[in-house]
């Protein structure tokens, strides 16, 4: 489940009708850059606030380039930035746009976001339409949601093609959210980032995770690599990931974060939690949780799990939205399906929305952008409420967890 799923499926006129899925602080740095790709001099590589003058891009891994736009202001009267422009070099092929910051209670999204080429990847008015500003689909080319205290937003997420190289424009939206669940602009200082993937994809990637253990049914870092669960659950994961040609590596670590989560509009425990993973190795963290449950009107329901974003925050450790959560807990007869579960948290990590959300009665389901991936195929990976053969990745869904900076080449 990513964050707001309940919410902002309500605003379209979904009921969440059952329980799967569900409804800058302190990072770490990455490792030494070895660069394999050659971009040309007469491209642009750096990244420009208006008026602000020019950041120097930072290599990060091999690949990807990392535009810091430094500190921007929100207007506390319209939420809205100023206009950014970041120039992208030849050769990119995604871009991840991610903001951090401001007070307790700020929630983020992109407002605008025009490409290198031209076209429109954000419109400015879908903050006037349906859904609006939880969930992006009428006027976002790549759909993205909001998020409290770090929001990222991937391009491209779907098979529209978009060139990214160039001066891109970009628009950062703060609101702050009542005890009504209304929306109202916000103001505050944030910290915005681009990171680019720069040329084509190789034929095999690595993706580091690091499993965190808070505690939970007694399940330790020493423990952890010998328990029969976590076992089972690791080769799941690899197993999944393998089948698109990814090789998950996997680490264990001790946090201090709580074994008992609640998600809700402002998601306070799980910003915590995320922040404990703080100077872990440079991977994706995944927080396993004795239990994690939903704030909904008629009381707290169990889900089993819950990501930072939809995509998260990209090669970063301890921040707000840096990690996925998973629950331990099991119901009563129901099969394991931890490995899925955390396959599938790591697949909104990464960027990939449902295939399909619930229906409530009278009301067509929403789907991913994706073509190829099937109305109600429950062995699809990022079907709403994973079952433990939900496996299955489709070629396009493949290309978009490939178009993600936390991709290594192998």
């Known amino acids: 489940m990513a964050y707001g799923l309940g919410r902002w499926l309500a605003r379209l006129g979904v009921q969440l009708v059952g329980v799967g899925c569900g409804p800058n602080a302190a990072t770490n740095t990455d490792a030494p850059f070895v660069q394999d790709i050659v971009i040309p001099h007469d491209s642009s590589v750096d990244g420009r606030q208006a008026g602000r003058g020019t950041t120097d891009a930072q290599p990060l891994s091999t690949g990807t380039v990392r535009f810091d736009l430094g500190p921007v202001a ?142 939970a049914l007694g399940i330790s870092a020493a423990v952890a690599p010998k328990h029969s669960r976590i076992v089972a659950a690791v080769a799941a994961l690899q197993d999944i990931f393998a089948d698109i040609s990814v090789a998950v590596t996997v680490t264990y670590a001790d946090v201090g974060g709580s074994p008992f989560v609640s998600h809700d509009v402002e998601d306070a425990e799980l910003s915590k939690l995320f922040a404990s993973g703080a100077g872990q190795p440079m991977g994706v963290n995944v927080f396993l949780v004795e239990k994690l449950t939903y704030a909904a009107k008629a009381g707290p329901l169990p889900i089993s799990g819950l990501s930072g974003g939809i995509p998260g925050p990209v090669r970063e450790v301890g921040g707000p939205q840096a990690g996925v959560a998973v629950s331990l807990q099991l119901g009563v007869g129901e099969e394991d399906r931890l490995g899925v579960a955390i396959a599938h948290e790591l697949g909104h990590f990464l960027g990939l929305f449902h295939t399909e959300e619930p229906a409530s009665p009278g009301k067509v389901p929403q789907g991913d952008q994706l073509f190829d991936t099937a109305s109600g195929a429950t062995d699809n990976l990022m079907y709403w409420s994973p079952q433990a053969n939900s496996r299955k990745l489709s070629a396009q869904q493949r290309a978009v967890v490939w178009n993600s900076a936390w991709l290594e080449p192998k």
């Open 74 to 215: 929100l207007n506390a009267g319209t939420g809205l930035s100023p206009l950014l422009t970041v120039l992208l070099p030849l050769g990119t092929r995604s871009a991840a746009v991610t903001t951090t910051g401001g007070s307790d209670g700020l929630h983020l999204v992109v407002s605008r976001w025009q490409s290198g080429a031209g076209p429109m990847i954000v419109v400015p008015g879908w903050l006037d339409s349906v859904g609006a500003p939880w969930l992006c689909t009428d006027g976002c080319l790549f759909r993205q949601a909001e998020r409290p205290r770090q929001q990222t937003a991937l391009a491209p997420n779907c098979p529209a093609e978009v060139g990214l190289a160039g001066a891109n424009t970009l628009q950062i939206y703060g609101f702050s959210v009542d005890s009504a669940h209304q929306a109202h602009p916000a103001g505050g200082s944030v910290g915005v980032r681009v990171d680019a993937v720069v040329g084509s994809a190789p034929e095999h990637a690595v993706l580091r995770v690091n499993l965190c253990l808070t505690g």
